[in-house]
């Protein structure tokens, strides 16, 4: 069974680092794309960065771009998410989720299948 | 950027009903087009990818259909367990983007 697990969130201040864990088990994670999700609590979703199987191809949305980093250890099947100079629009949960495969064949490195419970991130004075 | 668009943004209906949500994209995005349930404090599940595809688990009663700009899913013989929110979203290109999302109601 394929289990995300998130952990790293709470609350930090304007302009501080947070740095996001993703444990992953009950696959072989080093030939999974992952992705990054976000949700501002009571509204919708937004897409946040992604990161190919091996680690070297990585995308992130306009909103967090140049302050967000992903990376993956893939010895300890454990996916990253580096957050520096956060701002108070970055409050949301964050979720880790699992692409289909990292074939770009139909785009299946971007079918999400498996999503992590989230980690609340609240960024706040 | 690609803008998904849901419709409407919510609905109410009985147990047993037939309801249908639909999804615009402001440009063609082929058949890359997944939909998500996700109950209240609960993360999003995956339940059809490819516009028609249903994810490993999901039952029929869920389906999808549509190409190109237009996408609709529809849940026939609603349950108790199927009343939450729905979101699409396109894969074609990035970023990835999601629909504002169509909250089902009981009645």
């Known amino acids: 069974e394929v289990q995300l697990v998130e952990s790293g969130g709470g609350l930090v201040q304007p302009g501080g680092s947070l740095r996001l864990s993703c444990s992953a088990s009950?696959?072989?994670?080093?030939?999974?794309?992952m992705h990054w999700v976000r949700q501002v609590p009571g509204r919708g979703l937004e897409y946040v960065s992604a990161?190919?199987?091996?680690?070297?191809?990585?995308f992130y949305s306009g909103s967090v771009k140049d302050r967000f980093t992903v990376s993956r250890d893939n010895s300890k099947s454990i996916l990253y998410l580096q957050m520096t100079s956060l701002r108070p629009e970055d409050t949301a949960v964050y979720y880790c989720?699992?692409?289909?495969?990292?074939?770009?064949?139909?785009?299946?490195?971007?079918?999400?299948?498996?999503w992590g419970q989230g980690t609340l991130v609240t960024v706040s004075s | 950027d690609i803008q998904m668009t849901q419709s409407p943004s919510s609905l109410s209906a009985s147990v047993g009903d037939k309801v249908t949500i639909t999804c615009r994209a402001s440009?063609?995005?082929?058949?890359?087009l997944a939909w998500f349930q996700q109950k209240p404090g609960k993360a999003p599940k995956s339940l059809i990818h490819?516009?028609?595809s249903l994810q490993n688990g999901v039952p029929s009663k869920f389906s999808g259909s549509g190409s190109g700009t237009v996408f609709t899913l529809t849940i026939t013989g609603l349950q108790p367990e199927d009343f939450a929110t729905y979101y699409c979203?396109?894969?074609?290109?990035?970023?990835?983007?999601f629909g504002g999302g169509t909250k089902v109601e009981i009645k």
């Open positions: 989720v699992k692409a289909q495969s990292s074939s770009s064949s139909e785009n299946s490195h971007r079918v999400f299948d498996s």
């Open positions: 990161i190919g199987s091996d680690g070297r191809n990585t």
């Open positions: 979203q396109q894969y074609a290109s990035q970023p990835l983007s």
């Open positions: 009950g696959f072989t994670f080093d030939t999974y794309n």
């Open positions: 490819a516009a028609s």
């Open positions: 440009q063609d995005i082929s058949n890359y």
